[in-house]
């Protein structure tokens, strides 16, 4: 089957920002412009705003007082204060019905900032319309110029309410009740000017340039961040030259994991199949592997894919028979999907008897006819305690082994999956050679637990097989299996049928 060739994935680089833009430069690019088109042309689809803006100058440092006039106080708060006078809905609606709009309308579109350092309030509308914007921002000025002209005159008014005393103390009132009245008049409103509002040439919004910069940018972090991710994730992830050092052994093929749990599937006898072709592949590095053994016996063991090490035991199993080897498939037990599973055999004395001098041979080997093929079966006993068996020992496997070498040529043992225990490692003891089944994404640490168990363990491993993800629509593989993937993929259990004489379960 094609490998992916040993690309940057074979040497693990030190993840970071500035070796992710290097690496992808060019996807990074691609983002920034599409974040810019994209930004650019969403400007068209934006409402346009136009905004106008009127200023308020005030020569009063204070509200007005009957006794002082301008007040005396604060001058940046009095026009701070002055500047939410504005906003309030006393000068809004007035503005509102001076130019007939909703005071909703206008509360929404105006904003009123005072300045720090200086004695002005700065109106901001913002409309659909350019003279929308600036007869609101005009009639908001005004309208605030007449409320503060009422508050004054109410002042002056209550402050001279009284009625005038007869004699020398009504003359006194007089005089006071008219310095008053200058007074207010000096005041006014407490505006020195107003800068009335510009009619807007150009729309404040929205600003194509603007809106690509910003949509440039968004796509730049966009992309960058999502390959730093990626690279991070594969800095975790064992790439090739990490397992063949950690495990010590190369890695023989990739294999395409079966897209179902049906025996169909598992069992895959089509010879342009990517899974065939992988089982060729290990099937001829287990000849290189253990070149000159007589009649050898290999045990596969899985870390995370019990059910594709089944499958694959039968295809390597299958394309030695093929050849016309005399094979021997071995349930090694522990496993609930194991080759007891997808046979029709009837149990037999599994390797307890298989090991056992006294106990004929075929007491405990079957046959199996699968893909107009035949092929040596030793199920589970069928006085196992439980339905899928406890692992053999390794010193029983290594004399079932030895009868084997009798009618076979090449023994297969699909082992139980890897556990805390390591129950399956130890059965490597009692077979020539290991070949171990690992998922693609197959972390660091979990590929040094592996090294560490294989050297502990002392077995010899003659390489390890890498499983993908099925490929369900559109991907690489035969066409039977994109038919197998498209038409029937993921099947939750089994199929099970009545079973037929010289036919595997379905």
């Known amino acids: 089957m094609p490998d992916a060739p040993l690309d940057s994935t074979s040497e693990r680089s030190r993840s970071g920002v500035l070796a992710t833009v290097r690496m992808h430069w060019v996807a990074i690019v691609a983002g920034l412009v599409a974040g810019a088109v994209l930004g650019y042309v969403a400007s068209a689809f934006l409402p346009t705003e136009y ?271 093929r050849e016309g080897r005399p094979v021997v498939l071995v349930d090694g037990g522990g496993k609930e999907r194991g080759i007891s599973s997808l046979t029709d055999v009837t149990p037999g004395r599994g390797l307890e008897g298989l090991a056992n001098l006294n106990t004929p041979i075929n007491a405990s080997l079957r046959t199996w006819r699968v893909a107009k093929t035949e092929l040596g079966v030793v199920p589970l006993s069928e006085w196992s305690p439980t339905p899928t068996s406890a692992a053999a020992r390794p010193q029983v496997l290594r004399a079932a082994m030895e009868r084997l070498r009798e009618n076979s040529v090449l023994n297969l043992v699909d082992g139980p999956p890897l556990t805390e225990r390591s129950l399956g490692l130890a059965l490597g003891r009692g077979v020539d050679g290991v070949v171990l089944v690992l998922d693609e994404d197959t972390s660091v640490d979990d590929a040094q637990e592996m090294g560490r168990r294989i050297g502990l363990a002392g077995v010899s491993a003659i390489g390890y097989v890498l499983v993908r993800p099925p490929r369900r629509r559109g991907g690489g593989g035969s066409r039977t299996e994109r038919a197998q993937y498209e038409d029937g993929g993921y099947e939750p259990e089994v199929i099970e049928e009545a079973p037929q004489p010289g036919r595997a379960r379905a």
């Open 51 to 321: 905004t106008a803006q009127s200023k308020l100058i005030f020569n009063a440092d204070g509200p007005f007082s009957p006794v002082e006039g301008g007040g005396g106080g604060d001058a940046v708060r009095f026009v701070a204060n002055q500047a939410e006078i504005v906003l309030t809905t006393e000068v809004l609606q007035g503005a509102a019905d001076a130019v007939g709009v909703p005071v909703e309308d206008v509360r929404e579109s105006v904003t009123a900032v005072a300045a720090t350092e200086t004695s002005v309030v700065t109106v901001t509308v913002v409309r659909p319309t350019a003279e929308g914007a600036r007869s609101i921002a005009d009639a908001v000025t005004d309208s605030y110029r007449a409320v503060a002209a009422a508050r004054v005159d109410a002042t002056r008014v209550a402050a001279i309410g009284e009625a005038p005393a007869a004699g020398a103390a009504g003359a006194a009132d007089a005089a006071d009740d008219a310095l008053i009245n200058q007074r207010a008049a000096a005041y006014g409103d407490g505006v020195a000017s107003v800068e009335s509002a510009v009619l807007p040439e150009n729309p404040s919004a929205p600003l194509p340039l603007q809106n690509a910069l910003i949509g440039g940018l968004v796509g730049l972090f966009l992309v960058t961040g999502v390959y730093l991710l990626l690279d991070q994730r594969k800095a975790r992830t064992a790439s090739v030259a990490d397992l063949d050092l950690m495990l010590g052994a190369p890695l023989l093929s990739r294999y395409p994991s079966p897209s179902s749990r049906a025996i169909a599937d598992l069992v895959n006898a089509d010879l342009s199949s990517d899974r065939f072709r992988a089982a060729n592949d290990v099937l001829t590095a287990i000849d290189v592997r253990l070149e000159g053994l007589r009649r050898p016996s290999v045990l596969f063991l899985s870390w995370q894919n019990p059910l594709s090490t089944t499958a694959l035991t039968v295809s390597v199993a299958l394309a030695a028979a």
